[in-house]
């Protein structure tokens, strides 16, 4: 059974960055493509960024995009997420999702895909990151 565990979320003041990690464990990490949700209390869960099996594909959220930084490393089991110039709005508890990638069939094979939460069959618990001055 794949498990997601997130990491690094904290309070951080306007204009910060902040970079988060999500270790996969469960299963071939190389076969999976891999995504950053967001939800706070007042707003539906929204996708943030997304990463293929491969690399070569990679798509932002419309609010995080030009600030984020999606990257993953397969010698550790691990996905990254990168924001910069942090702001109040940034605020939620951010969650690592997956589903399995291989042959581009999996989540990640087009920006429409990457969006839909129901193509992640994994998800973490999240890890909570404040933005406040």
């Known amino acids: 059974q794949v498990e997601l565990v997130e990491s690094g979320g904290g309070s951080v003041q306007p204009g910060d960055s902040l970079e988060l990690s999500c270790v996969l464990s469960?299963?071939?990490?190389?076969?999976?493509?891999l995504a950053w949700f967001r939800q706070s209390p007042e707003k539906e869960r929204e996708f943030v960024a997304a990463?293929?099996?491969?690399?070569?594909?990679?798509y932002y959220g419309d609010t995080v995009k030009g600030r984020a930084n999606i990257s993953r490393d397969n010698a550790k089991a691990s996905v990254f997420l990168q924001i910069n110039a942090m702001k109040p709005e940034d605020t939620a508890m951010y969650i690592c999702?997956?589903?399995?990638?291989?042959?581009?069939?999996?989540?990640?094979?087009?920006?429409?895909?990457?969006?839909?939460?129901?193509?992640?069959?994994?998800w973490g618990q999240g890890t909570q990151v404040t933005v406040s001055a």
């Open positions: 999702a997956t589903g399995l990638g291989i042959n581009d069939r999996g989540p990640v094979r087009d920006a429409y895909w990457a969006h839909q939460q129901r193509q992640y069959k994994a």
């Open positions: 990463i293929s099996w491969t690399g070569a594909k990679i």
């Open positions: 469960g299963g071939p990490f190389s076969d999976f493509d």
